[in-house]
């Protein structure tokens, strides 16, 4: 019982509902495939998946951009039947599939969402990190996570007696390690700058100092490039190169095993956006204002916020004005059937902006920290801390939703690798460029930093 | 014969690196055009938004008529012949008319089979075969209403092709009148 | 090299040089009045055109043809022209287009552009059936001119090189048709109020190098380049004239006369040129074959005149595994006509030689001695059908058991009846009155694909079936020795002259 009650029941309410992290990446999943499936369609000029729909009364027929083609999808992959080919080992068959989803409950555990919660209850000032496990290895322990994926793909290539399945598993087990190298090299030259391997401590130094990637540009590249390559998407994606193998090791899985590998493949990408951006963006932290300066004005943080969101709820209902108006020009025959769905759009984005605003004016003018007494207790501290862990949650959200673009973005853009020349890549020129740059910020560290 | 080389690339070429970013900078722009003027990008989202076609899409096929209904066609067969898809089904018999001397009987084409190359309607020696109908899209219940047969095939409206002027001498086009007086004989 | 005692055209075709032709048949006499066959002749005062099919080989004659000499070639591209002046530009509805020889020679000499304008030529605008009041102001011309019962005479497009006439007058000895007017106004007719009626009529339409002469049964029905070729031999008389099946989507369309030199050269009666529309009429349905019981009396088996050799040796393969109560005839009941000199020689039993090679008796002597037999095997021998009255003292024989491709009367008569494919599905031989062993391939256009063949339903009631007819021909070598050591690819096209032959 000691350990129970060493804390508050706040604190304890708060470690337990940091969690709810674990499913981030889950969430990011389905932000991912909409975002690519459409990105896609944007940079090639089509329109991407946008037929699907739900119909409800008086609106018709609901779209939502076209991401009710996504739950479709994700119906369809959930129901199919599980098929194996004769031959297969089918307890690692099975098993495979699941060790990449895994590991998206578990690399979500040692980052940084938001800050240190510090604040008073019941007469005592209460402390609880931003991570749900905050290690001091915190980056060695995401490393190792994200190498694991690498067995998915190794077993499943195996198991298949599929020799297109076993050449990707191949590929794939020889191109992660080798990134794998590139990737913790690059990263050293910010670790040394920094002292540490606890990603918050990683946060704090760039909150207070500059941002890895103005610390450490040539890093970032490497970084980034290495990160991209560790989960195997394009230009990188020689494990499942559709011309010569089918498509890598999971050429023998379908329905929700599929799935699993897809879903994996995205969380990857969601872990490593996150990654990056704690790494290199300052993570959590928001540009320019220090989380003292923030806690201090909080009633103006949020109402900036709030403001923002309520701009870009304008924007969103400038688009769907502008575009109505284009459509009602067109001789598309579904044109009023699209517009009457558009005013449901309307209208929620209107409630949205309206809210935002009466919350940010409401921030604005009646936030005080001293007023709040619930039952007698005051939660002031405790109000301000939630603000600003919700404020840093989202900066961190916004950081990594550009990387994962990045990821769909280079993917669209960039013609895949030869083999050799991912290998060449990998080797002679990222291994090379970490290491210089490894050596010449240990120099330049000595020489200024002088410990 | 002309040999086009690759021009090499130079250093900064071969660095890839800003290449690379060059590219990121085209997709992103056609990806901002997409979000931002939706109605612009080129596809027509089909069943609701129809294509423009022009008067030389070749399309569904029709049988031009003289001025008294009759099909032009005199069963030569020289579009059966020239089909590449061989889709073309033709019996001929005697006309009526002594000018016409032969008349076609059965005219089939087996849409399912054509590949629209539109050589029928080249070899057609008496204008009698054209592919401007526009109709491009074939729905049927079966394989066998595919099958286009001369009744189907005569059954189109001079109004549809206004500008066309051997459209007009068919029966109910403008000229129809005139052309029958040319055309001298009783309409059957 | 060349022959000696032919034309100039026949010995340049002989030496691998076609010359083109209108007027020109091989079997017909020279008439030379189409001038297309120009070429230039080495003679005593210098070069001059003649024409090559009324010029005789001589040794040492220089003849210079298209290849050598501009002249020949343009004296043949303007005759070409002038022919096509009154031609009508009628190829899509004209029977004869992907045979004509116009299109070939146009292809081949002349590829000129046109010359034409409407005012010049024959000008048939505001007749309905394109005629037109001639010298004698009588109306005449037209697109279709009923010369008779068969044929029909489009007067626009004939060229009168009159090979139609010649056909009528040295060949078929009745001259129906004649040349009439002169210079641009001649055009071919029959006599006043008579008709072309005439058992080879359906020949002008094969002479005709155009389209001017069209068989009425034939008339639109298909074009010709749609029709494949099978070629046969038409088993409807012992001289077994050579022909082509020509037959498209499954049916036969049409039969031509195949030239064969020593048996039809290039005609073919109207009777055998239009069997063909029974082929597929009136067919037995395929059933399944088994072995009958032939019973403990005398059996006869008696083969038709449309019997291949392969059929007859079946038959013998029977005979010989019944025993000595078997016997073999064949023959038909038909009366034997007198040969006509052209494509017949009048005996409707064709396969007669073949059966006499094989050892069969004639027919009339089984129906001396029909009293005889207890059993009664037919293939393809209509004997009810042929002479009723006579086939009445068959029926007292029990078991009647016929083969053939046709519901006829013996198969109504028949205790047992087996549809079997007819000749013109079959490969197979046959041996003419001329003693010429000839091959008969089949055409596909059996009604039935699982129908058997009748060599194959006999053989197997024998208990050995044949295979293929390549090995019943075999089989048949062993019965004839005549016919041993040959094989279907020694006989050629225009047939293998037997030993003992006359021809």
């Known amino acids: 019982m000691d350990i129970i009650e060493s804390k508050t029941w706040i604190e304890w309410v708060i470690t337990i509902a940091k969690f709810a992290f674990c499913f981030v990446p889950v969430l990011y999943i389905l932000l991912l495939i909409p975002m690519e499936r459409r990105g896609a369609g944007f940079m090639q000029d089509r329109q991407g998946p946008n037929r699907s729909y739900i119909k409800i009364p008086y609106f018709g027929k609901i779209r939502l951009f076209g991401y009710v083609q996504n739950m479709c999808d994700g119906t369809k992959l959930f129901f199919k039947e599980q098929f194996a080919p004769s031959g297969v080992n089918k307890i690692l068959f099975r098993v495979a599939p699941a060790i990449p989803f895994a590991i998206v409950f578990l690399s979500p555990c040692v980052i940084p969402w938001f800050g240190p919660m510090v604040f008073e209850w019941g007469g005592q000032t209460v402390r609880i990190a931003g991570s749900i496990v905050d290690s001091d290895v915190g980056v060695l322990l995401l490393f190792g996570f994200s190498s694991l994926s690498a067995f998915g793909a190794v077993l499943a290539g195996w198991a298949s007696k599929s020799k297109y399945s076993f050449l990707g598993a191949l590929r794939t087990s020889a191109m992660t390690i080798s990134y794998e190298v590139c990737l913790g090299l690059s990263l050293m030259g910010l670790l040394l700058l920094v002292g540490s391997f606890n990603l918050t401590d990683i946060v704090y130094w760039q909150e207070h100092h500059v941002w890895g990637i103005v610390a450490q540009p040539v890093a970032f590249f490497c970084f980034l490039i290495a990160s991209i390559a560790e989960t195997g998407r394009a230009p990188f994606d020689v494990a499942e190169g559709e011309p010569e193998l089918v498509a890598g090791y999971h050429t023998e899985y379908g329905a929700m095993q599929f799935g699993l590998f897809y879903m994996g493949e995205y969380s990857h990408i969601c872990i490593n956006s996150f990654l990056i951006a704690t790494l290199f963006l300052g993570g959590y932290s928001v540009p320019f204002v220090t989380t003292e300066t923030m806690q201090a004005h909080m009633g103006g943080s949020l109402a900036v916020l709030c403001g923002i969101l309520a701009f870009l709820g304008l924007a969103f209902l400038h688009m769907i004005y502008r575009y109505s108006r284009k459509l009602k020009a067109t001789t598309l025959s579904n044109r009023f059937e699209i517009l009457r769905e558009y005013s449901l759009y309307k209208i929620v984005a209107w409630v949205a902006v309206a809210v935002f605003v009466i919350l940010g004016v409401a921030a604005w003018f009646f936030y005080n920290p001293a007023n709040f007494v619930v039952n007698g207790v005051a939660v002031g501290s405790l109000a301000t801390a939630i603000g600003t862990a919700l404020i840093h949650l989202l900066v961190l959200v916004v950081k990594s939703v550009f990387f994962c673009w990045v990821w769909i973005w280079v993917r669209w853009t960039l013609p895949r690798f030869r083999y050799d020349h991912v290998m060449h890549l990998g080797w002679k020129i990222i291994l090379n460029i970490a290491l210089i740059n490894l050596v010449v910020t240990a120099v330049i560290a000595k020489l200024v930093g002088g410990n | ?188 | 090299m060349v022959p000696g005692d032919t034309n100039l055209l026949e010995a340049l075709k002989a030496v691998g040089i076609e010359t083109p032709h209108v007027c020109y048949h091989p079997y017909l006499p020279v008439s030379g009045n189409c001038r297309q066959c120009l070429v230039e002749q080495e003679g005593p005062r210098g070069r001059m055109l003649v024409i090559a099919c009324y010029t005789p080989v001589a040794p040492g004659m220089k003849i210079y043809t298209p290849a050598s000499s501009a002249r020949v070639k343009n004296a043949r591209k303007a005759t070409q022209e002038f022919m096509l002046v009154n031609h009508p530009l009628d190829c899509p509805i004209c029977d004869k287009a992907g045979e004509c020889t116009l299109q070939e020679n146009y292809m081949e000499a002349g590829q000129n552009e046109s010359r034409m304008r409407p005012e010049y030529g024959k000008n048939y605008h505001g007749n309905p059936a394109h005629q037109f009041i001639d010298a004698k102001g009588q109306l005449r011309g037209g697109k279709h001119v009923d010369l008779g019962p068969r044929v029909l005479l489009d007067e626009e497009r004939c060229v009168q090189c009159d090979r139609c006439v010649r056909f009528m007058r040295s060949i078929a000895g009745s001259e129906q048709l004649q040349l009439a007017g002169r210079a641009d106004h001649t055009y071919i007719t029959t006599f006043p109020g008579e008709k072309l009626d005439h058992e080879y009529d359906l020949c002008v339409t094969d002479v005709c190098p155009v389209g001017a002469m069209t068989a009425k049964y034939f008339r639109f029905q298909k074009r010709v380049w749609l029709l494949s070729h099978t070629p046969t031999i038409s088993m409807d008389d012992s001289l077994g004239a050579n022909i082509w099946l020509d037959h498209a989507d499954g049916r036969i369309y049409r039969v031509m006369p195949r030239c064969n030199p020593v048996v039809n050269r290039s005609w073919l009666s109207n009777t055998s040129r239009l069997a063909f529309q029974q082929f597929d009429k009136n067919r037995l349905p395929a059933m399944d074959v088994h072995k009958p019981t032939f019973g403990s009396g005398k059996i006869a088996l008696v083969a038709g005149g449309t019997c291949t050799i392969e059929d007859l040796a079946a038959l013998r393969v029977l005979k010989e595994s019944l025993g000595d109560r078997a016997e073999i005839f064949g023959g038909s009941l038909l009366k034997v006509g007198q040969p006509d000199g052209i494509a017949k020689s009048g005996d409707p039993v064709a396969n007669r030689a073949g059966m006499k090679l094989l050892g069969f008796a004639d027919v009339s002597e089984f129906m001396k001695r029909a009293s005889e037999f207890e059993t009664l095997v037919t293939v393809n021998a209509n004997l009810f059908g042929e002479d009723p009255a006579a086939a009445k003292a068959l029926e007292k024989i029990n078991t009647r058991i016929a083969l053939s491709p046709f519901d006829d009367e013996t198969v109504k008569a028949a205790t047992i009846a087996i549809g079997v494919r007819h000749w013109s599905e079959v490969q197979g031989t046959m041996v003419n009155s001329l003693n010429i062993l000839q091959k008969l391939n089949a055409c596909p256009v059996c009604p039935d694909e699982i129908l058997w063949a009748p060599y194959e339903v006999v053989s197997h009631m024998a208990g050995a079936k044949f295979e293929t007819a390549a090995d019943a021909f075999k089989k048949a070598g062993e019965f004839a020795p005549v016919l041993s050591g040959l094989t279907y690819d020694a006989i050629k096209s225009t047939g293998k002259l037997l030993e003992g032959g006359e021809a």
């Not at chain 2, 020239?82 to 001397?101: G, L, M, N, W």
């Not at chain 2, 399912?112 to 109709?135: H, S």
């Open chain 2, 1 to 188: 014969m002309r040999v086009i080389r690759q021009r090499p690339m130079n250093w900064v070429e071969r660095l890839y690196i800003f290449e690379c970013l060059r590219g990121l900078f085209t997709t992103i722009k056609h990806a901002a055009r997409g979000l931002f003027r939706y109605e612009t990008l080129p596809t027509i989202s089909y069943p609701e938004g129809q294509p423009e076609i022009r008067n030389t899409y070749r399309a569904k096929h029709r049988l031009m008529l003289r001025p008294d209904g009759t099909p032009r066609c005199v069963a030569c067969g020289m579009c059966a012949a020239a089909c590449p898809a061989h889709c073309i089904f033709i019996e001929a018999t005697q006309s009526d008319d002594p000018r016409i001397e032969k008349r076609v009987m059965r005219f089939d084409i087996d849409h399912l089979t054509c590949v629209f190359c539109g050589l029928c309607v080249e070899a057609c020696p008496v204008d009698a075969l054209r592919m401007d109908t526009k109709k491009i899209s074939f729905m049927h219940r079966n394989r066998e209403d595919f099958v286009a047969h001369l009744d189907d095939l005569v059954e189109w409206d001079p109004k549809d092709y206004p500008d066309d002027e051997q459209s007009q001498v068919a029966p109910g086009g403008t000229k129809n009148a005139e052309a029958r007086k040319v055309w001298g004989m009783e309409v059957k």
